[in-house]
């Protein structure tokens, strides 16, 4: 069903070209994107995406974040002579409001939507299947860093900010810890444990770029294999989904996407003997990011890169563990029975074993193909 906003949207007459159909797009059970079919052939489709402003309080900077990106990606693919730039990249599309052209629309609920041009005949995977396919992952985001590696960030809104601050994620849980306000701290304790034992490890990355050992640049955050777009004939197209594009460090991205790509079983598995790293899928991962990342990667973040996998699921661990803790508060949309929380920390923390019982692996790969 077509919700009220969107068909105000279209009958307010905000759309920049007459319109002949509406769908929705996707297959999640709460459907929050449109496709607009739009009635001249000569004119594109888009994509209407309403924001999760629960998350974005700062709609502005959030879409002013997207355009400056997309806008500076643009340029590099024209720079290499890329023949079909609307498809490697997005394209935000204003919305006409009070004729004038606006970054997004405020309906009468207070909720906020965006639109992008459509880039027809392409979609997403919601697993890599193969060592090929993670080559293309990794690809996607080398080369999403790539283009953004000369990027000038000032002009940047954190909209997230502290996202992967690793330490400020255990100083929560530690509070959490101090008051254990549903008294569920004594079922957990080895993996309290076993967390806060490792707090130096993975509080390495911040400090080193604390003393500007390695530079922030703009990152994807995000990386999941379903944010990556392909053509119908399996040809990588470009990296969607750019709400959490923010300031980081690029282990970060190249870590999540091996989090959430090269784990044998489930984020929220509840047997945890089918957790672990799925190394050949881990090292397609690395291998097709260095593939465009090695150019411009410093000798210090080229060493970083090992790090990532293991930090990105240890803060994972940590946030899970610190929500089970406090209640499942904030990660109550992603909780579906009671112990959810505590069996997505707990799938976590076997994973990182796997990954620090394969951190020389890891190593010795990125160094070999550095
Ligand atoms: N410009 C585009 N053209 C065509 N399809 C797109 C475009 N942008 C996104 N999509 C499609 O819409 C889906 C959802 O997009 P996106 O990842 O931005 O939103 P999301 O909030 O993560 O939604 P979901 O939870 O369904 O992944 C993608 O999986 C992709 O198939
Ligand atoms: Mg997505």
Redesign the pocket.
């Known amino acids: 069903m077509i919700p009220q906003s969107v068909a105000e949207i279209i009958a307010v007459g905000l759309l920049p070209y007459p319109v002949k159909s509406i769908e929705e797009?996707?297959d999640?059970l709460i459907n929050?994107?449109y496709k607009i079919n739009t009635k001249n052939p000569d004119h594109p489709n888009f994509?209407l995406?309403k924001i999760n402003s629960r998350f974005f309080r700062n709609v502005d900077g959030l879409q002013h974040n997207i355009r400056l990106v997309t806008d500076h990606i643009r340029k590099k693919l024209e720079e290499e002579g890329c023949k079909d730039i609307n498809r490697h990249v997005?394209t935000p599309e204003c919305i006409q409001c009070n004729g004038s052209c606006q970054a997004y629309y405020w309906d009468h609920n207070g909720d906020y939507w965006r639109m992008?041009?459509?880039?027809e005949n392409?979609?997403?995977f919601e697993k890599i299947g193969n060592p090929a396919m993670a080559e293309l992952a990794g690809k996607a985001f080398g080369r999403f860093h790539r283009h953004l590696s000369d990027f000038d960030a000032k002009d940047f809104c954190e909209v997230l900010p502290n996202f992967h601050n690793t330490p400020l994620r255990v100083e929560s849980l530690r509070k959490t810890i101090e008051i254990d306000p549903e008294g569920r701290l004594d079922k957990v304790r080895s993996d309290v444990d076993f967390l806060l034992s490792r707090v130096e490890r993975y509080s390495k990355i911040i400090e080193m770029g604390d003393k500007g050992l390695i530079p922030k640049r703009i990152i994807h955050q995000d990386p999941k294999f379903?944010?990556v777009?392909f053509d119908k004939n399996g040809e990588l197209l470009c990296v969607?989904?750019l709400d959490t594009v923010m300031p980081g460090y690029v282990c970060y991205d190249l870590g999540d996407s091996i989090r959430t790509g090269a784990n044998r079983g489930e984020e929220d598995d509840r047997n945890p003997d089918n957790v672990g790293l799925d190394m050949d899928i881990c090292k397609g991962i690395i291998k097709g990011y260095l593939s465009e990342a090695k150019s411009f990667l410093t000798p210090a973040e080229l060493d970083s890169l090992a790090y990532g996998p293991a930090l990105i699921t240890y803060e994972h661990a940590v946030r899970f563990l610190d929500d089970y803790l406090d209640g499942d508060k904030y990660f109550k949309y992603k909780t579906s029975y009671p112990q959810h929380n505590l069996v997505r920390a707990r799938a976590q923390i076997k994973l990182l074993q796997s990954m620090e019982e394969s951190y020389d692996k890891i190593a010795g790969f990125v160094k070999s193909l550095s």
């Open positions: 797009h996707g999640g929050f994107t994509l995406q997005l992008y041009v459509f880039i392409a979609n997403t379903n944010n777009l969607i989904d």
